[in-house]
């Protein structure tokens, strides 16, 4: 199975920004581990702080999977959740820290409502959580 690891704003701040928040691990670690624990599968991995850069891959991607943390962009961008809306492959949306735990404008993500489902609070083991529900979501379907 192919599946695309897609990150939006800072992101790639991981390792440095909040780590009591996000953890110690770069995006680059959580990458490289999930590649490890997961070989049976292939990888594409995008980052992008640019709200239009994610929508241009969400809709030229060509894999069979996506896990997808957008960061802020969960939970302010229509643009994104208009772009996932039309795609069928499985879609899990994973958030490192508690959304829910958080500040209130963080507790919605309007990109949720059109992802197969929500993953929050688990640290850098959401990802793996999501590929995990992807294999499931791939073999019901």
């Known amino acids: 199975m192919k ?4 990150n939006g ?4 701040k991981l390792g440095e920004r ?17 590649m490890a624990d997961f070989p049976q599968h292939q990888f594409e991995s995008y980052q992008s702080n640019v709200e239009g850069d994610i929508i241009n891959v969400i809709q030229e991607t060509k894999v ?3 896990v997808l943390n957008l960061g802020g962009y969960s939970h302010t961008s229509v643009a994104i959740r208009d772009a996932l809306e039309p795609i069928t492959i499985p ?3 994973v958030h490192i820290s508690n959304i829910h735990a958080r ?29 995990m529900a992807a294999e499931q979501l791939k073999l019901t379907r």
Request: charged content about 25%; overall charge negative.
């Open 18 to 34: 909040d780590p009591e928040v996000y953890g110690s691990d770069t995006l680059e670690d959580i990458i490289n581990e999930l």
């Open 64 to 66: 069979d999977a996506i």
């Open 103 to 131: 500040e209130e404008f963080r507790q919605h993500s309007i990109t949720g409502e059109v992802v197969d489902g929500i993953i929050t609070g688990f640290g850098k083991y959401s990802y793996k959580l999501g590929i």
């Open 9 to 12: 704003p800072n992101l790639n």
């Open 3 to 6: 599946i695309l690891i897609l």
């Open 91 to 93: 879609k899990v949306e």
